[in-house]
């Protein structure tokens, strides 16, 4: 296991994962990386842990560069234990090091590891002398833990960013410019679909804190490291923080018997007329966290479930409640259904949209049993007059 150069004396040391497939309920098909940084100078610098399990990779990688005993500073940019996991190994190896994190990191780290792991406190603003490097640090809370912060490096134009402009994806390849953009792209907005959509105030305030270095070089926790596509990934975040979606819709169903199956494409058929790019998703078959990446880029959200005793089906319940969670804003839904006697699926469903902060397009559809030619007709229409208004 060899430790790469990102720029002079700075290592990336992380951890490939390449088995994991789920990630806390996130669907992570490619893999992730664990990132960590090894800075050479006087003091010599970790920046963040990789998880328990990949601790061994991560140390044969810093000894191709030195003895992990002779580390002086570990940066701890976020608590979480994919990033803080290897930090009681670390301490045990290199047992006079100090380990820097914020205010909310502190409090964090005692509360998940008990032991006297030797914490400074640092804040927006405050810097560490390494030798030749500096390491400067700024808050960025909820981005997308109250503990999380960003390193940067002022003489290399560094920026040590934590799980902003992360992805999960395991590839032998670390920079942008060695992997297909639109592989990157799709997992960056999956990432932030899933985890970072409910913290857009604080990312644009990170995004303003952030824009006042001068960056050549993002490296994330996660993925890819960015070093040509900079501005490209930054101009992302910046729409995603505000909410933008492009004129596409998702259609969500689950169906029992083919009814809502049908109704679902008819609603397809409609918005695809008026040249209107639609995703459709059978809960049975998509993972949430995958429909929400098709939500992240969809202005418009249908959804569409029969009733079972006296509600919606327990997947798209599922879906609404993760949905709703995630605090998307700007988007307008339509709700569908079919049933046998009861009916109250649809109205179920709307209120968890209006819940999620959905205005919907208009009042839902229910069909009693199998839906006729006139019926799916209806459909269409509503789903072409849907189209029309994006």
């Known amino acids: 296991m060899k430790a790469l150069e990102v720029k002079p004396n700075i290592y990336w040391v992380g951890g490939i994962d390449w088995d994991i497939r789920s990630f806390h309920g996130y669907v992570t098909q490619r893999g992730t990386t664990y990132n960590a940084y090894l800075i050479m100078d006087e003091k010599v610098t970790l920046i963040d842990t990789v998880k328990?399990?990949?601790v061994p990779e991560m140390l044969e990688r810093i000894r191709d560069i030195i003895d992990p005993s002779k580390i002086d500073y570990i940066i701890s940019n976020h608590v979480e234990m994919d990033h803080s996991g290897g930090l009681p190994a670390m301490k045990e190896i290199a047992s006079n090091a100090e380990v820097f994190t914020s205010v909310q990191g502190e409090k964090g780290l005692k509360k998940h590891y008990k032991d006297e792991l030797n914490l400074?406190?640092?804040?927006?603003?405050?810097?560490?002398?390494?030798?030749?490097?500096?390491?400067?640090?700024?808050?960025?809370?909820?981005?997308?833990?109250?503990?999380?912060?960003?390193?940067?490096?002022?003489?290399?134009?560094?920026?040590?960013?934590?799980?902003?402009?992360?992805?999960?994806?395991a590839s032998a390849e670390r920079f942008d410019d060695q992997l297909e953009w639109g592989i990157i792209h799709e997992e960056a907005a999956k990432y932030y679909a899933n985890i970072v959509t409910p913290f857009g105030d604080q990312v644009k305030k990170a995004l303003e804190a952030v824009g006042k270095l001068e960056i050549e070089m993002i490296c994330p926790s996660h993925g890819i490291i960015w070093r040509t596509?900079?501005?490209?990934?930054?101009?992302?975040?910046?729409?995603?923080?505000?909410?933008?979606s492009d004129k596409r819709a998702v259609i969500v169903y689950d169906s029992m018997w083919g009814s809502t199956k049908q109704i679902a494409y008819a609603l397809y058929e409609g918005l695809?007329?008026?040249?209107?790019?639609?995703?459709?998703?059978?809960?049975?078959?998509?993972?949430?966290?995958?429909?929400?990446?098709?939500?992240?880029?969809?202005?418009?959200?249908?959804?569409?479930s029969p009733t079972l005793n006296?509600?919606?089906?327990?997947?798209?319940?599922?879906?609404?409640?993760?949905?709703?969670?995630?605090?998307?804003?700007?988007r307008i839904g339509y709700a569908f259904g079919s049933y046998g006697w009861s009916g109250e699926s649809v109205e179920d469903m709307e209120k968890e949209m209006e819940a999620a902060g959905v205005e919907l397009f208009e009042s839902g559809e229910k069909i009693q049993y199998r839906p006729g030619e006139e019926d799916l007709l209806k459909f269409k229409e509503t789903g072409k007059k849907m189209g029309e208004s994006l």
């Open 229 to 244: 596509g900079i501005a490209d990934i930054i101009d992302e975040y910046k729409k995603w923080s505000n909410y933008e």
């Open 310 to 330: 006296r509600g919606m089906l327990p997947t798209m319940a599922a879906f609404l409640n993760y949905f709703k969670g995630l605090k998307f804003r700007n």
């Open 52 to 54: 328990s399990y990949m």
């Open 272 to 304: 695809e007329s008026v040249g209107i790019p639609v995703s459709i998703r059978d809960l049975k078959s998509s993972h949430i966290s995958d429909i929400i990446t098709d939500v992240h880029f969809s202005k418009a959200v249908l959804v569409g």
């Open 120 to 169: 400074h406190v640092v804040k927006t603003g405050d810097t560490l002398e390494l030798g030749k490097h500096t390491l400067h640090f700024v808050q960025v809370p909820m981005v997308h833990w109250p503990d999380s912060m960003v390193s940067y490096c002022p003489e290399t134009k560094l920026l040590f960013s934590n799980d902003a402009f992360g992805q999960h994806i």
